[in-house]
């Protein structure tokens, strides 16, 4: 007996399962429900607003009065969609929709200072990126692909929490970079710079992906793909306890977690 493989491999997979590879296996591939929490949902709301800001606008109409309509409708989306009972009960109890609602805009409005929408050419927003190579299927969303003004490109990654530390970082770029190998897979075009967009501090971390570091990232994704393909096999995803337990979904579930 052998555990289901994956069907594609995408930057928050390599990140889970490099972080722990029992939570991997709970969530890729048992489809362990998970809650979804205040961050979350802010998350998504803030993701949902801007891709309308900068799809549905052209430049010279990405002003914050435009940004704070774009977050009203959107709320409102999401409450008469019954979006916002998502939230688990508990937290919902002690949870202010009216704080959410006013981060969230805070969110959104940061972007502003981060960058200026109006002087961003978009291509895309929400691309949808699958390339197949060799074996494994890798696969990805991105939030903002932009032209510059020299005709290279740039790919853009909202975050909603804040910058993270140096190690954390590097994983946060590897997962950007990740786009920008889709990019050159499916595109056959390797973005010029790829971009964090921090939106709580309104700063954005930008790297140039050069041929070298897209082929180094091609070999990483392709020992993780194996490294997954052999913990199926083996039926081996073993925990690995360390700060993120305090964040994890499945403390229950964990082994790691109970003394008894
Ligand atoms: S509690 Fe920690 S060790 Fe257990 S699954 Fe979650 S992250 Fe992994």
Request: with cysteine; aromatic share 8%; proline share 5%.
């Amino acid at each position: 007996m052998s555990l289901q493989v994956p069907s594609s491999l995408t930057p928050s997979k390599v990140s889970s399962f490099k972080e722990c590879a029992y939570a991997f296996r709970l969530a890729v591939i048992e489809h362990v429900p998970q809650p979804v929490n205040s961050h979350t949902l802010k998350g998504t709301l803030a993701h949902r607003c801007l891709d309308r800001l900068y799809f549905d606008n052209p430049p010279e109409n990405r002003t914050l009065d435009v940004a704070r309509d774009i977050f009203n409708d959107v709320w409102l989306e999401a409450q008469n969609s019954g979006e916002l009972d998502y939230l688990e009960e508990c937290e919902k109890g002690c949870i202010d929709l009216n704080e959410l609602a006013k981060d969230t805009t805070f969110l959104i409005e940061q972007d502003f200072i981060a960058e200026n929408p109006q002087s961003v050419t978009a291509l895309g927003t929400e691309i949808q990126l699958e390339a197949r190579v060799g074996d494994m299927t890798l696969r990805g969303i991105i939030d903002r692909l932009d032209l510059n003004p020299d005709g290279t490109i740039t790919v853009t990654d909202y975050k909603t929490g804040r910058i993270p530390g140096v190690m954390q970082e590097h994983d946060r770029l590897s997962g950007v970079y990740f786009y920008a190998l889709l990019c050159e897979q499916v595109l056959h075009v390797v973005p010029d710079t790829v971009q964090l967009v921090y939106l709580r501090d309104a700063t954005r971390i930008i790297a140039k992906p050069s041929k070298q570091s897209m082929t180094a990232l091609l070999n990483r994704a392709g020992a993780i793909w194996k490294a997954v393909r052999n913990a199926c096999e083996r039926e081996d995803f073993r925990p690995k306890p360390s700060k993120l337990c305090g964040f994890c979904n499945f403390k229950l579930l964990c082994p790691t977690q109970h003394t008894d």
